[in-house]
């Protein structure tokens, strides 16, 4: 739902940037770069790093003591390992000080309407997470969905216990879109969070996911989209969206 619409909601810096997982997740990422992401993430106090699981004591090294957690991913980016394999994944980088897991469902299986295997999948994962109190965010990839099958998929991750439906992986044919992002949070009840990733590269678009009820988003533009919140919370110009038309595309 959009809020406010005839009065703007004042935001601030802080609340853009504890909705940012920075990402760090190409493969050509040497260990400095992954350092380095994890210094401007501590810099900037966003809510997470979201690192390949090689690098999970890495970020957990370069974090401690700070109020960003450390994030990875699990079968990603095409989420075809078999489930046991997530499960092994999921267990590893939990003992390694991953705090937040986002696993990438089954896009085939999804697609071939298999929708017990895909919910068994997730559940697997997501009960060996809850089981250390560590949430999971479940990745659709909605470019190759159709608006059935997004909404089908979200109802099937919150049946397994998922605790966020994310739109992408950032490395399929497209990324978020705003249309997406209310679908997704019209197919879950309240209790299931919303991520966006895959093209927020601005505050606008940070702003425009917050608008549509989305409370956590994929980043690798942190720098670009927390500097420009510092310099409109200081104008008294942070805010939320008021015209729905500029809610209505992609970012």
Not at 216 to 229: H, P, S, V
């Amino acid at each position: 739902m959009i809020k406010n619409l005839e009065y703007p909601e004042k935001v601030t810096e802080r609340d853009i940037a504890k909705m940012i997982d920075h990402s760090l997740l190409r493969p050509q990422l040497t260990r400095q770069e992954v350092v380095d992401g994890c210094n401007l993430a501590k810099a900037y106090d966003v809510a997470s790093v979201c690192v390949k699981p090689c690098d999970i004591v890495v970020a957990e090294q370069v974090l401690k003591g700070s109020d960003v957690m450390v994030t990875t991913v699990i079968g990603f980016p095409h989420g075809s390992n078999r489930t046991e394999v997530k499960v092994f994944e999921a267990e590893k980088a939990m003992e390694d000080g991953a705090v937040e897991l986002d696993m990438v469902l089954n896009i085939g299986r999804l697609l071939s309407r298999e929708f017990d295997y895909v919910e068994q999948d997730i559940k697997a994962v997501v009960d060996g997470a809850h089981r250390r109190g560590i949430p999971v965010k479940v990745i659709l990839e909605n470019c190759y969905l159709t608006d059935e099958l997004k909404e089908i998929a979200g109802k099937i991750c919150e049946k397994a216990g998922a605790d966020f439906v994310k739109t992408s992986t950032g490395f399929g044919t497209g990324g978020a879109t705003i249309a997406d992002l209310k679908l997704m949070r019209r197919a879950v009840t309240s209790r299931v969070r919303v991520k966006a990733a895959g093209g927020v590269r601005t505050l606008d678009g940070a702003l425009a996911v917050r608008a549509v009820g989305g409370t956590r988003f994929g980043a690798t533009a942190t720098k670009t989209i927390l500097d420009e919140a510092f310099k409109r919370e200081a104008a008294g110009t942070l805010a939320l969206p008021t015209d729905p038309k500029d809610l209505g595309g992609s970012f």
